[in-house]
């Protein structure tokens, strides 16, 4: 019979040795260091608005704020005020 064939399944211990070639592999894809780069910058400037394009941040952080502390217009429903 040829190893191949369908009928016959693979041993536990050939599965063990596919699997350890497979994770040993050296991955194709390599990460492009001015991608790194950027995004270490990007995460520079937000942990120190004080840096980088800290206006954008902060202006972000004080959207998120403003968010925060407005009701929800479910809070507002008078078919929610009924309800209570």
């Given at each position: 019979m040829?190893?191949?064939?369908?009928?016959?399944?693979?041993?536990?211990?050939?599965?063990?040795e596919?699997?350890?070639?497979?994770?040993?592999?050296?991955?194709?894809?390599?990460?492009?260091?001015?991608?790194?780069?950027?995004?270490?910058?990007?995460?520079?400037?937000?942990?120190?608005?004080?840096?980088?394009d800290g206006g954008?941040?902060?202006?972000?952080?004080?959207?998120?704020?403003?968010?925060?502390?407005?009701e929800?217009p479910?809070?507002?429903?008078?078919?929610?005020?009924?309800?209570?």
């Open positions: 040829d190893p191949a064939s369908p009928e016959k399944e693979p041993s536990e211990e050939s599965t063990r596919s699997l350890i070639g497979i994770s040993q592999l050296v991955p194709e894809k390599v990460v492009q260091p001015d991608l790194v780069s950027n995004s270490s910058a990007s995460a520079a400037a937000a942990a120190n608005p004080e840096v980088g954008a941040v902060e202006e972000h952080r004080s959207k998120l704020i403003s968010i925060s502390y407005t929800s479910d809070a507002q429903s008078p078919e929610f005020e009924n309800a209570k």
